[in-house]
């Protein structure tokens, strides 16, 4: 799969995202799968995160991309290049998470924008952008990604607390859903989705029998280097690697891989740490 084209990359600015069916083939998707589902490091590091609605978010995250299988689908080609398309230069890798929503208790996300956090980082422009990959089918059923089409035009949207998860205010999301299209992002596994730091997204609740994992890795652009130290990288310069890497690295996983990934313990939408940045008023849902 070669990066996208410059149709893709069109629709992208357009609508604020972009489906891609078969990003990773077949064999890629079975190795990413194989390796996330028996890495006991990846497990033992997720944390849950009610989701206000009774149910949690369960979550693992790291700062570095490392030298894993998960490294390699962030530092490859077809990446890379893709979102250096899209943002128009040198990118780094800002982050990157599996999302771990089990069979019927896999809580949901609230209306959110990734800027309405990574703003808060330092991050003074909304040059981001984050690649979903689908490592399980993605349906309305097991809460698949929603996304308000061009609601990245809207800019930054202030974030309020919804149970132990920041969301968009909720006055804002209710006017937008009025005028916007909400897209169903069902994805079968080994597409993938790029999304505008600024698009409007959420999810349901899992309330299927079947496992709905996804791995998300997140980029800044290099010129918009945070003026501030966070939680998440400055500038660091990425190592490319060819698409083939993915293949030839196999299911080595965390547990396998002795690189510094600087693992996290919770992401930006953390109630608290946002709370305590800014004083964020909680509303209950």
Excluded at 107 to 112: E, I, M, N, Q, S
Excluded at 131 to 158: E, F, K, P, W, Y
Excluded at 201 to 213: E, L, Q, T
């Amino acid at each position: 799969m070669p990066a996208l084209s410059a149709q893709q990359i069109s629709d992208y600015h357009r609508d604020g995202f972009v489906v891609v069916p078969q990003f990773l083939d077949r064999e890629e998707t079975d190795l990413l799968g194989r390796a996330a589902r028996e890495d006991r490091e990846l497990d033992r590091r997720s944390q849950g995160r009610a989701d206000g609605e009774g149910g949690s978010v369960r979550m693992s995250l790291w700062n570095q991309p490392g030298n894993g299988i998960y490294g390699m689908v962030a530092r490859s080609a077809r990446v890379v290049d893709s979102m250096e398309g899209i943002l128009e230069g040198e990118v780094y890798h800002y982050h990157s998470k599996m999302i771990l929503k089990d069979p019927e208790v896999g809580g949901a996300w609230t209306w959110h924008q990734d800027y309405g956090y990574w703003y808060q980082n330092g991050a003074l422009f909304p040059l981001m952008s984050s690649v979903m990959i689908a490592v399980d089918a993605a349906t309305r059923l097991n809460g698949c990604l929603q996304v308000l089409r061009g609601s990245h035009l809207m800019g930054r949207v202030d974030h309020e607390l919804t149970g132990e998860q920041a969301g968009a205010n909720l006055e804002r999301v209710t006017e937008a859903e009025k005028v916007l299209e909400n897209v169903h992002v069902e994805l079968a596994p080994g597409d993938a989705v790029f999304f505008h730091c600024n698009t409007l997204h959420r999810s349901d609740r899992n309330a299927s029998p079947d496992p709905r994992w996804s791995l998300i890795c997140c980029y800044n652009a290099a010129r918009n280097d945070p003026y501030k130290d966070s939680h998440h990288p400055r500038y660091t310069p990425l190592a490319k690697v060819p698409d083939t890497a993915i293949k030839e690295v196999g299911i080595k996983r965390f547990d396998d891989d002795d690189s510094d990934v600087a693992w996290m313990g919770d992401e930006d939408e953390s109630a608290a740490s946002l709370a305590d940045r800014i004083g964020l008023e909680r509303r209950e849902s």
